[in-house]
C-alpha cells in the first residue's frame, strides 16, 4: 500500500515544526516523519539549555565579585556543579517537553521513523511507501567529532552530551572559538572549570574587526585562556587527555568539541533525487526558493547551512511551505542578525563589513566612556555602526553588554530603512546603554557632512 499527501516534512525541529504550520493554511493532508527524540535541537541541546547554563554561571560569577569587592561578608561561596546541571537539565525538560507534546498530539500526521527516498516524490518509512506531492528536507545537523580523536572519544563531550552530565572535572579544553565554543567555555570558567581554549584562527566569534576582537578576548581572558592559531592533536594521557600544538601541551580530564555540525541525511539516499552531491552529501538549494532543482524537494533549517540559526530556521520552514504549496505569499528575508551570548555580549547585524558598498562610512564608539556601562562595571566593549553614503544605516558590529538587546534594535532600524538623521531623532534615555548607540550615530553625521 502507498499512503499519498499533498506535502511530507522530514525532521520535527524548529523548521520542520514551523513548515508544518504553514502548510496547515493550505493543506490538511501532511504528514512529519521524524525518528526522535522529540523536541528540537534549539530547545533540548541547543539555545536553551545554553543559556540556563549560561545564567547560572553569571549569577555564581556576580557573587564572587561581589564577595571580592567586601559587598559579601563570610567566606567565599562554593559552586554545587551538579546542582547547577541538575538545574540546567529541569529547564531544558520544560523547553523541550512542549514542541515534543505538539509533534505527538498530531496523530498519524506524525510518523516515527528513518525515511529514504526511492524517487524525488517516493519515500519509504518503516517498510512502507509514501507518496507525497512536495517534500521538505528538515533534519538539522549534529556535532562533529573529528576521526582522529577516536582514541579519547570516551573524554570527549559537544553540546549534545555536555548538559546529561552529572558532574563535570576541574580541568577542561575546549576546541573551538565560535559562538558555542566560546558561550559554554567562558560559563565552565565562571563555574571554577579550569578551561583551555582552542581555535584555529585568530579570531573570536566570527568578528571582523580588530578592535572589536581585542575587546572580547580580554573580556574572556579571566574565565579562559585563549590559544588562537593553535591547531590541536589529541593523545591518551592515562588519566586524562593530551591536547598538543604547535606552542606546548597541557593535561586536561574532558574535551568539549565545537569545531562545527554536520548534516543530517545519511540514510536518505540523497542520491535517488537524480541531482548532484557535493562532499557533504548534499544537493544543491536555490537560496531563495530553498529547493533543489525543478525536483519538488526543498530544504529548511541549517541542514543546508545557509543561515544557521533558530530564527531563520523557522522562517525558512516557512519559506519552504509557502514555495512547495506556491501559496503565493511573499516570503522575504529579514536583516541577518547574529548574537553570541558571552558576557561582554557579541552582535552582528545587517550587511557584513567586508561586504559594504564604496563610499560607505563606519563610525565606533568604546563603552569605556559611556556612564551607564561604567556604573554596571562592565566597561568593556566597543560598537561599531555603518551607513551608506546617504546616510541609511547598512550594518552594525557590537561587544557590549546587553548586546542582544541593542542589536535587535539595529535590526530593526535597518530593516526600516531608517537614516542616521532619523536615528538620532528617536529618544534615548538616561543614563542607558542605548546612549552609546546615539554617540555611534552622531559620529556618523559628522563624516556624512
Same mark, same amino acid.
Given at each position: 500500500m502507498t499512503r499519498r499527501v499533498d506535502l511530507v516534512i522530514i525532521g520535527?525541529?524548529?523548521?520542520?515544526?514551523?513548515?508544518?504550520? =504553514?502548510?496547515?493554511? !493550505?493543506t490538511g493532508n501532511t504528514l512529519i516523519i521524524d525518528p526522535g527524540p522529540l523536541g528540537t535541537t534549539c530547545a533540548r541541546v541547543g539555545c536553551m539549555p545554553s543559556k540556563a547554563l549560561i545564567h547560572a554561571a553569571r549569577d555564581v560569577a556576580a557573587a564572587r565579585e561581589a564577595w571580592a569587592r567586601g559587598h559579601l561578608a563570610g567566606d567565599p561561596p562554593k559552586v554545587d556543579i551538579p546542582a547547577v546541571l541538575a538545574h540546567v537539565r529541569a529547564l531544558r525538560d520544560r523547553f523541550a517537553s512542549v514542541p515534543a507534546r505538539s509533534t505527538e498530539k498530531l496523530g498519524d500526521r506524525y510518523m516515527a521513523g528513518h525515511p529514504r527516498f526511492l524517487?524525488?516524490?517516493?519515500?519509504?518509512?518503516?517498510?512502507?511507501?509514501?507518496?507525497?506531492?512536495?517534500?521538505?528536507?528538515?533534519?538539522?545537523?549534529?556535532?562533529?567529532?573529528?576521526?582522529?580523536?577516536?582514541?579519547?572519544?570516551?573524554?570527549?563531550?559537544?553540546?549534545?552530551?555536555?548538559?546529561?552530565? @552529572?558532574?563535570?572535572?576541574?580541568? @577542561?579544553?575546549?576546541? %573551538? #572559538?565560535?559562538?558555542?565554543?566560546?558561550? #559554554? %567555555?567562558?560559563?565552565?570558567? @565562571?563555574?571554577?572549570?579550569?578551561?583551555q581554549a582552542f581555535g584555529q584562527g585568530d579570531r573570536l566569534a566570527g568578528l571582523q574587526r580588530d578592535d572589536s576582537n581585542v575587546a572580547l578576548r580580554s573580556?574572556?581572558?579571566?574565565?579562559?585562556?585563549? +590559544?588562537?592559531?593553535?591547531?590541536?592533536?589529541?593523545?591518551?594521557?592515562?588519566?586524562?587527555?593530551?591536547? %598538543?600544538?604547535?606552542?606546548g601541551a597541557v593535561?586536561?580530564?574532558?574535551?568539549?568539541?565545537?569545531? %562545527?555540525?554536520?548534516?543530517?541525511?545519511?540514510?536518505?539516499?540523497?542520491?535517488?533525487?537524480?541531482?548532484?552531491?557535493?562532499?557533504?552529501?548534499?544537493p544543491s538549494v536555490d537560496a531563495d526558493t530553498l529547493r533543489v532543482g525543478d525536483t519538488p524537494v526543498y530544504f529548511a533549517g541549517d541542514v543546508h547551512g545557509l543561515r544557521p540559526l533558530m530564527h531563520e530556521a523557522a522562517d525558512e520552514g516557512v519559506i519552504a511551505a509557502r514555495q512547495a504549496l506556491d501559496s503565493g505569499r511573499d516570503s522575504d528575508r529579514r536583516t541577518p542578525l547574529a548574537i553570541v551570548f558571552t558576557e561582554p555580549g557579541v552582535t552582528r547585524v545587517g550587511m557584513a563589513f567586508d561586504d559594504l558598498p564604496p563610499g560607505a562610512v563606519s563610525a565606533s564608539f568604546r563603552l569605556s566612556e559611556q556612564g551607564r556601562a561604567?556604573? @554596571?562595571?562592565?566597561?568593556?566593549?566597543?560598537? !561599531?555602526?555603518?551607513?551608506?553614503?546617504?546616510?541609511?544605516?547598512?550594518?552594525?558590529?557590537?561587544?557590549?553588554?546587553?548586546? =542582544? +538587546?541593542?542589536? +535587535?534594535?539595529?535590526?530593526?532600524?535597518?530593516?526600516?530603512?531608517?537614516?542616521?538623521?532619523?536615528?538620532?531623532?528617536?529618544?534615548?534615555? !538616561?543614563?542607558?546603554? =542605548?546612549?552609546?548607540?546615539r554617540s555611534v550615530f552622531q559620529a556618523l553625521r559628522r563624516q556624512l557632512r
Amino acid at each position: 500500500m502507498t499512503r499519498r499527501v499533498d506535502l511530507v516534512i522530514i525532521g520535527a525541529g524548529t523548521a520542520g515544526l514551523s513548515a508544518l504550520k =504553514e502548510a496547515g493554511r !493550505h493543506t490538511g493532508n501532511t504528514l512529519i516523519i521524524d525518528p526522535g527524540p522529540l523536541g528540537t535541537t534549539c530547545a533540548r541541546v541547543g539555545c536553551m539549555p545554553s543559556k540556563a547554563l549560561i545564567h547560572a554561571a553569571r549569577d555564581v560569577a556576580a557573587a564572587r565579585e561581589a564577595w571580592a569587592r567586601g559587598h559579601l561578608a563570610g567566606d567565599p561561596p562554593k559552586v554545587d556543579i551538579p546542582a547547577v546541571l541538575a538545574h540546567v537539565r529541569a529547564l531544558r525538560d520544560r523547553f523541550a517537553s512542549v514542541p515534543a507534546r505538539s509533534t505527538e498530539k498530531l496523530g498519524d500526521r506524525y510518523m516515527a521513523g528513518h525515511p529514504r527516498f526511492l524517487d524525488a516524490e517516493t519515500l519509504e518509512v518503516n517498510g512502507q511507501r509514501i507518496r507525497a506531492g512536495r517534500i521538505i528536507i528538515a533534519t538539522g545537523t549534529r556535532p562533529v567529532i573529528p576521526a582522529t580523536w577516536d582514541a579519547v572519544a570516551d573524554r570527549i563531550l559537544t553540546s549534545d552530551t555536555l548538559f546529561e552530565q @552529572m558532574t563535570l572535572p576541574p580541568r @577542561m579544553a575546549v576546541v %573551538g #572559538l565560535g559562538p558555542i565554543g566560546l558561550e #559554554l %567555555g567562558q560559563a565552565l570558567g @565562571m563555574l571554577g572549570i579550569d578551561i583551555q581554549a582552542f581555535g584555529q584562527g585568530d579570531r573570536l566569534a566570527g568578528l571582523q574587526r580588530d578592535d572589536s576582537n581585542v575587546a572580547l578576548r580580554s573580556a574572556l581572558d579571566p574565565y579562559m585562556a585563549i +590559544h588562537t592559531n593553535a591547531a590541536v592533536e589529541l593523545q591518551d594521557a592515562g588519566d586524562g587527555v593530551r591536547v %598538543g600544538w604547535a606552542d606546548g601541551a597541557v593535561v586536561v580530564d574532558r574535551v568539549l568539541a565545537a569545531v %562545527g555540525r554536520r548534516p543530517n541525511v545519511e540514510g536518505l539516499a540523497l542520491e535517488a533525487l537524480g541531482v548532484p552531491l557535493d562532499q557533504r552529501g548534499l544537493p544543491s538549494v536555490d537560496a531563495d526558493t530553498l529547493r533543489v532543482g525543478d525536483t519538488p524537494v526543498y530544504f529548511a533549517g541549517d541542514v543546508h547551512g545557509l543561515r544557521p540559526l533558530m530564527h531563520e530556521a523557522a522562517d525558512e520552514g516557512v519559506i519552504a511551505a509557502r514555495q512547495a504549496l506556491d501559496s503565493g505569499r511573499d516570503s522575504d528575508r529579514r536583516t541577518p542578525l547574529a548574537i553570541v551570548f558571552t558576557e561582554p555580549g557579541v552582535t552582528r547585524v545587517g550587511m557584513a563589513f567586508d561586504d559594504l558598498p564604496p563610499g560607505a562610512v563606519s563610525a565606533s564608539f568604546r563603552l569605556s566612556e559611556q556612564g551607564r556601562a561604567v556604573l @554596571m562595571n562592565r566597561p568593556d566593549g566597543v560598537l !561599531h555602526v555603518d551607513a551608506d553614503a546617504r546616510g541609511r544605516l547598512l550594518g552594525a558590529e557590537f561587544v557590549a553588554p546587553e548586546a =542582544e +538587546h541593542l542589536g +535587535h534594535e539595529l535590526a530593526w532600524l535597518i530593516q526600516q530603512g531608517v537614516t542616521v538623521d532619523e536615528a538620532l531623532q528617536l529618544p534615548f534615555y !538616561h543614563p542607558v546603554l =542605548e546612549e552609546g548607540l546615539r554617540s555611534v550615530f552622531q559620529a556618523l553625521r559628522r563624516q556624512l557632512r
